[in-house]
């Protein structure tokens, strides 16, 4: 016969993996309704596009690997997988010298502890738009530059269903920087081809992080304080670089091409050090 000890040990295991499967179904409801969100917002920007190189909205999804490390919930660094959904809409401006961008997407890591007996889900939105002057024909005909400012919300969760006190932890922050793409216009055959890399660099902004092991019931309890944080280059980086091709074919566009994000801060004692790395694949709206 079974002791107490063991029927209360039984029942503590079962309590854990039923929190971490409704856990993880809360997850991959967030992440259905984002996606959702953004494929209506992919028709609306694409049904508002015009024909022609002025203005071209391009849907992308991206897969590949995913670290992320958040010393709030756990000091062990946690990899897997990476899957994202992002929309790029941009608009050519005064015969070509400008150039405008905004991007809206979501992103989620499924990642596992080094055991593999722990995962945590991260979930996040992210909304940019940028501003660049062009120059055509730098150096070469066919090379061209731009370079400009950039403003970027991004905003999301981390989720460990193992921890009891903090399952969750926030993300949130409002960053101001720079945006720069180099392009080459070349030809596969006879279809037109662009080579791009772009870079977009956060210099300073406002970031949301608690103090080291303060609860969010705390903070709902009233304990405010140190909650927002001035973030530069001292305490926070945040870059993104992308290099892909687009090919023509008519007057659609499909996109291959690769995407690398960093995200790292630090502060009250708190250490943040995602990275991701993604195959892209797109195709114009």
């Given at each position: 016969m079974a002791t107490l000890q063991e029927i209360s040990t039984r029942g503590s295991e079962n309590s854990e993996v039923s929190e971490f499967s409704e856990g993880s179904q809360r997850s991959r409801a967030s992440l259905t309704r984002l996606l959702v969100l953004l494929l209506a917002l992919a028709t609306i920007v694409g049904a508002a596009a015009q024909?022609?190189?002025?203005?071209?909205?391009?849907?992308?999804?991206?897969?590949?690997?995913?670290?992320?490390?958040?010393?709030?919930?756990?000091?062990?660094?946690?990899?897997?997988?990476?899957?994202?959904?992002?929309?790029?809409?941009?608009?050519?401006?005064?015969?070509?010298?400008?150039?405008?961008?905004?991007?809206?997407?979501?992103?989620?890591?499924?990642v596992e502890n080094p055991a593999q007996n722990n995962d945590l889900h991260k979930l996040m939105g992210d909304l940019s738009f940028n501003m660049q002057r062009c120059w055509r024909g730098v150096i070469t005909p066919r090379l061209n530059f731009s370079v400009g400012p950039m403003a970027q919300v991004r905003a999301g969760i981390v989720y460990d269903a193992v921890n009891s006190n903090n399952p969750v932890t926030v993300r949130a922050h409002v960053n101001a920087g720079a945006a720069g793409m180099a392009w080459w216009e070349t030809r596969l055959g006879r279809k037109p081809v662009t080579l791009r890399y772009q870079l977009q660099l956060p210099v300073a902004g406002v970031f949301f992080a608690p103090e080291y092991d303060e609860s969010y019931y705390e903070i709902y309890l009233g304990n405010r304080r140190n909650l927002a944080h001035l973030g530069w280059w001292g305490n926070r980086l945040d870059m993104s670089h992308y290099l892909g091709a687009d090919l023509r074919l008519g007057k659609t566009i499909l996109r291959l091409g690769y995407r690398t994000r960093l995200e790292h801060w630090t502060v009250n004692h708190l250490h943040v050090h995602d990275v991701t790395h993604a195959v892209v694949l797109g195709i114009s709206l």
């Open positions: 024909d022609g190189d002025t203005r071209r909205s391009v849907l992308t999804v991206e897969a590949g690997y995913g670290s992320v490390h958040d010393s709030y919930l756990t000091p062990i660094t946690y990899d897997g997988l990476d899957l994202g959904l992002s929309l790029e809409h941009t608009h050519w401006v005064k015969s070509g010298r400008w150039l405008w961008q905004l991007g809206v997407g979501a992103d989620y890591n499924y």
